[in-house]
């Protein structure tokens, strides 16, 4: 079966401007979360979608927002980007209660 | 809020041995799941093993295996068998099972594993 897929690999953006990151679930997993991976602050929790809701949302500026469709397909947003915006972005989904997550092979994103 | 903590930066261990790493976490919940993921350097984070906090038998798959010590609040991973495959970041986490899980995973700050050969 196909796994959680992650668009794009890389990104280069500029301070300031705004970016779109896609992530596709395995068929029938309705949850999907988002992580920011960095080497000062590790794994964080961005946000959690469940049926097109966003179910709870981590310690993060508005500047980064996220959306999820009837398909259960995920994007996220983050606008004026920031240096320190640059980070590995992972995207995960769940089967469900009590199941692990799976994860994409995540966006890298660079703000230069 | 729950905290993971991975004490071990690195841990570096002979082809074929046994290692151990090692991760506690603090919590008041009494209902969760712990996991431990590997994630290479292709980056992809991949699912080791889980456990529920409600089983006291500890989870095993095939050459990993983990402690649960639940009252110490400590969630060890064993490697039997060390194999070259095995070298990655080993991330341990921890989710709540109030509120369905939305909080998502809380995670350590990783082990980097090396496997020599």
């Known amino acids: 079966k196909a796994g959680v897929t992650q668009t794009p690999r890389y990104l280069i953006k500029t301070r300031g401007q705004q970016v779109t990151l896609s992530c596709s679930p395995i068929s029938g997993h309705r949850s999907v979360s988002w992580y920011q991976q960095t080497p000062g602050q590790g794994l964080q929790f961005l946000f959690e979608y469940f049926s097109e809701t966003q179910r709870n949302k981590g310690n993060f500026p508005g500047r980064f927002s996220g959306r999820q469709f009837s398909n259960s397909r995920s994007e996220m947003n983050v606008s004026t980007l920031e240096l320190g915006d640059s980070a590995l972005y992972l995207c995960a989904c769940n089967r469900g209660e009590g199941w692990g997550y799976t994860f994409g092979s995540g966006t890298r994103l660079t703000v230069v | 809020a729950q905290t993971v903590t991975q004490s071990q930066p690195e841990m570096s261990v002979q082809e074929a041995e046994t290692v151990t790493l090692s991760c506690t976490y603090d919590?008041?919940?009494?209902?969760?799941?712990l996991f431990w993921y590997k994630q290479p350097p292709s980056r992809q984070m991949i699912l080791v093993i889980r456990q529920e906090a409600y089983k006291q038998q500890n989870a095993t798959e095939n050459r990993f295996s983990v402690n649960f010590q639940k009252a110490a609040k400590s969630f060890s991973l064993k490697i039997s068998d060390s194999q070259l495959g095995d070298a990655a970041m080993y991330f341990c986490a921890y989710r709540s099972r109030s509120g369905g899980g939305a909080d998502g995973l809380t995670f350590g700050k990783g082990t980097h594993l090396i496997i020599q050969p």
């Open positions: 919590t008041s919940e009494s209902d969760y799941y």
